[in-house]
């Protein structure tokens, strides 16, 4: 074999990435060097069909024209300016995310974890200067199998010792509480408590979907004590359960929605808390910021993701294919199925709690569609939301004849 195709192997790559790159991850053993909406190529032109959708963060489909021309078009003009300065981009987006979400104020970061992060300051220092907490002693509950990002603080309220193990010591403040479970919430709040983090449907931990009833019990219990009802939509936001956010399916309005992920359209990290002036009201110049957060470059992105997102009537086409594809990956017979379970085009098949799902990931690969397991017995199947009924029907036979396969 020639040193030219050596280096541009799928194989070489993932050799050079494995050698030089930390082990923090443990991807599935594919390359992707292209991608167009739903599909990917490998550099060897063997063609996939994209079923996780980067965690979501792809809603819009791979290199959405319109994305990609406003990527273009801004990167000619102006980048970064940093929040020394205005720039004149900022403002249209927050305005359209204003109008998207209902809430009147927008605080920009980059990632998820920014987000997540800013929602816990903001949180706190609502705490303190508001609700009148003494300094120090605020609490925020969060529940079991949450996932919120990377970051010291958040991993300190992990209750997965694969994210937390090894890294403390650990931020205190955080109260955990199990999931779907209302009453626990009650019993956990005292007068400290500040605020109520949660995902509404918890996208890591394998797609839980709560009991119908628990996002509006959790939100009256918030309201009756004066505790922030924060949501955090980076993953479950943005059409990926069928509605805009997972809380529009109980008519929930929380205090506060951390937002990332398909925000930035698939193309640029862009990150945002939501709320209303009464309680994002509470930071000041310079009590807390980023350099990114707010760029030009993400701003007319995102403004670009949030109009695809509506012109394409996106909640309604994966409330629709959702229903369908669970309907149909609900007709597969195989036993080691325990449940397929999700909202929208945010699913999940689980398997047996010992099932090692990893090999029918691989098998899937194999066979052009691309998936991956969470807790070794649980696949996501979450497609971008651009998908059209005849490409899901095509990953349906992939997945049924692979699914079957099983022995
Ligand atoms: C992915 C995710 C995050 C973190 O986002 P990053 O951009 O990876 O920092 C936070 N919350 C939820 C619910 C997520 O799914």
Request: aromatic letters at 8%; one cysteine or more.
């Amino acid at each position: 074999m020639s040193t030219q195709t050596m280096q541009n192997s799928s194989e070489s790559i993932m050799h050079l990435a494995e050698t030089v790159g930390a082990h923090n991850y443990h991807p599935l053993p594919v390359v992707i060097s292209k991608a167009e909406g739903v599909w990917v190529w490998d550099p060897e032109g063997r063609k996939y069909m994209d079923f996780l959708s980067a965690y979501s963060a792809v809603n819009q489909g791979h290199r959405h024209p319109k994305i990609i021309q406003a990527l273009k078009d801004q990167a000619d003009r102006v980048t970064l300016t940093s929040r020394a300065f205005h720039n004149d981009r900022m403002g249209d987006f927050l305005k359209k995310l204003s109008d998207y979400t209902g809430f009147d104020m927008v605080l920009p970061m980059n990632t998820g974890a920014e987000a997540v992060e800013t929602a816990i300051k903001m949180a706190r220092m609502w705490g303190s200067k508001v609700k009148g907490v003494p300094n120090g002693k605020q609490e925020i509950i969060t529940v079991a199998e949450n996932f919120h990002g990377r970051t010291t603080t958040i991993i300190s309220f992990s209750t997965d010792p694969e994210a937390k193990d090894h890294y403390g010591p650990y931020t205190p403040g955080f109260v955990t509480i199990p999931y779907d479970d209302p009453a626990a919430l009650e019993a956990a709040i005292n007068e400290n408590t500040v605020a109520f983090l949660f995902e509404p449907i918890q996208g890591e931990a394998g797609v839980y979907v709560p009991s119908e009833g628990y996002l509006k019990k959790t939100y009256d219990i918030c309201k009756k004590h004066n505790v922030l009802y924060i949501a955090d939509e980076v993953q479950t936001g943005f059409c990926r359960t069928g509605k805009k956010f997972a809380v529009d399916h109980e008519g929930i309005r929380p205090d506060a929605m951390c937002l990332g992920k398909a925000l930035g359209g698939g193309v640029f990290p862009v990150s945002a808390v939501v709320a209303n002036h009464d309680v994002l009201g509470v930071f000041t110049p310079g009590t807390h910021g980023s350099t990114f957060g707010g760029n030009p470059l993400g701003a007319a992105v995102a403004l670009a993701a949030l109009e695809v997102l509506e012109d394409e009537n996106l909640a309604e086409r994966s409330h629709e294919l959702g229903e369908y594809l669970r309907g149909e990956l609900r007709k597969i017979q195989q036993p080691k199925i325990k449940q397929v379970r999700g909202k929208g085009l945010l699913n999940a098949v689980v398997f047996e709690d010992d099932f090692q799902a990893w090999d029918v990931c691989v098998a899937l690969k194999e066979k052009g569609l691309l998936a991956k397991q969470t807790h070794g017995n649980i696949i996501r199947f979450a497609p971008p939301l651009v998908i059209s009924k005849d490409e899901v029907d095509h990953a349906l036979a992939v997945i049924k004849s692979v699914f079957e396969a099983i022995a």
